[in-house]
C-alpha cells in the first residue's frame, strides 16, 4: 500500500514570496490534515478534512494560509506572503475513519529567508 | 485548552540502559497514541493505549496509560542506537478525530 506523499521534499524562499505544498493521501482515507511542526516542538494542526469539506481550520493563519482539498482526494496548501517564522516542516496526514492511527507524509521543509 | 507536557525534553544515555519518558494532562483523553519520528521523516504511530491502567509492550518498549486516562508513560529497557529518535504522545478527543500533541521527547543512544 502506497504511504502519504508530500512534494516538494525542501522548499527556500525569501519573506514576502508565495509557496505551495501538496499532498496526496493513502488511497480510501477520507480524513485528511495539516500540521506545522517547528523545530523541538510537536506537531500543530493548521486544518482538517473530511472528504472535500473543512471540519477545522481555527489555527490556521488565514490572512496569508490557504487549503483545499480538491474531489476529497488530493490537498494542496499555500502560503502567501510567507513570513520568516513561517520556518517549519509542513505534514500531511491522512486517516480512515475516526479511530485509525493518522499516517503521515515525510513532510516538506520550508526555509524562509 | 487541553495540553500534553511530555518529560524530559532531551534524553542523552548509553547504549543497554533504561529509561523513561512521561506524558502528563489534566484533561482526560479516550485513547492516547506514541508515535517515533525520525530526522527527514513524519512520525510513525508504535501504540494506542485505550483502557486506564492498559500496559502494551513492544518488544524492548512498554507502553502504560494512567488510571484516570490523564498520563501514559513509555518505558525502554537496554536502550539500543536504532531507538534513537523523536518520541511523541498525542491525547485524541472523541469530538472531532483530532490529536493533542506533546512537544516531544528526544531520545540519543550513544554506542
Known amino acids: 500500500e502506497a504511504g502519504v506523499a508530500q512534494s516538494p521534499r525542501y522548499k527556500i524562499i525569501e519573506k514576502r514570496q508565495s509557496v505551495a505544498f501538496w499532498c496526496n493521501p493513502i488511497s480510501g482515507h477520507a480524513t485528511l490534515y495539516w500540521y506545522q511542526q517547528i523545530l523541538g516542538q510537536g506537531p500543530k494542526l493548521l486544518i482538517q478534512?473530511?472528504?472535500?469539506?473543512?471540519?477545522?481550520d481555527s489555527q490556521l493563519p488565514k490572512d496569508r494560509f490557504s487549503a483545499e482539498r480538491l474531489k476529497g482526494v488530493d490537498s494542496t496548501l499555500k502560503i502567501q506572503p510567507a513570513k520568516l517564522e513561517d520556518s517549519a516542516v509542513y505534514l500531511c496526514?491522512?486517516?480512515?475513519?475516526?479511530?485509525?492511527?493518522?499516517?503521515f507524509g515525510p513532510g516538506t521543509r520550508l526555509t524562509v529567508l | 485548552t487541553q495540553l500534553l507536557e511530555q518529560s524530559p525534553q532531551f534524553l542523552s544515555i548509553q547504549e543497554g540502559e533504561n529509561l523513561t519518558v512521561y506524558c502528563n494532562s489534566s484533561s482526560v483523553f479516550s485513547s492516547l497514541q506514541w508515535y517515533r519520528q525520525e530526522p527527514g521523516e513524519g512520525p510513525v504511530l508504535l501504540v494506542t493505549v485505550v483502557t486506564g491502567g492498559e500496559v502494551k509492550k513492544l518488544k524492548r518498549l512498554t507502553f502504560q496509560f494512567g488510571d484516570a486516562r490523564k498520563d501514559s508513560s513509555l518505558h525502554i529497557t537496554a536502550a539500543q542506537p536504532g531507538d534513537t529518535g523523536l518520541y511523541l504522545c498525542?491525547?485524541?478527543?472523541?469530538?472531532?478525530?483530532?490529536?493533542?500533541w506533546g512537544a516531544g521527547t528526544k531520545l540519543i543512544i550513544k554506542p
Open positions: 478534512f473530511q472528504n472535500n469539506g473543512v471540519v477545522d
Open positions: 496526514a491522512s486517516q480512515m475513519d475516526s479511530y485509525n492511527e493518522q499516517f
Open positions: 498525542a491525547g485524541a478527543r472523541d469530538s472531532n478525530y483530532q490529536l493533542i
